[in-house]
């Protein structure tokens, strides 16, 4: 009886669990990417940007090769759009956010 009830639950919670954890340089894109970023995109797999216009960055690698990015990002990011800031991001910046936006594809 318990079997029956455990064994279920202990899959559920396997298969939660990611297969390999985020390696230090994706944290750090990760961490860049909430402190920067989540504010007006979605950051994450699942939920909506809380700014209809921008795009989730799960979304990013349909419309551009990820690693194309980085040169926008050393040049400064600029938009269409007069809500999204200026960014300007240094090489370890670069290659960390990087890093995280390839675990969302």
Do not use: W
């Amino acid at each position: 009886m318990i079997g029956r009830i455990l064994m279920p639950l202990a899959f559920t919670l396997i298969s939660l669990v990611p297969a390999a954890a985020a390696s230090p340089q994706e944290q750090r894109g990760k961490t860049f990417a909430l402190n920067n970023c989540a504010r007006c995109h979605s950051i994450d797999k699942v939920s909506p940007s809380p700014l209809k216009i921008a795009p989730p960055f799960r979304t990013l690698h349909k419309r551009y090769p990820v690693e194309s990015l980085g040169e926008a990002l050393a040049e400064g990011i600029q938009t269409g759009h007069p809500t999204m800031p200026e960014f300007q991001l240094d090489p370890d910046q670069i290659g960390d956010l990087l890093a995280y936006l390839k675990t969302l594809e």
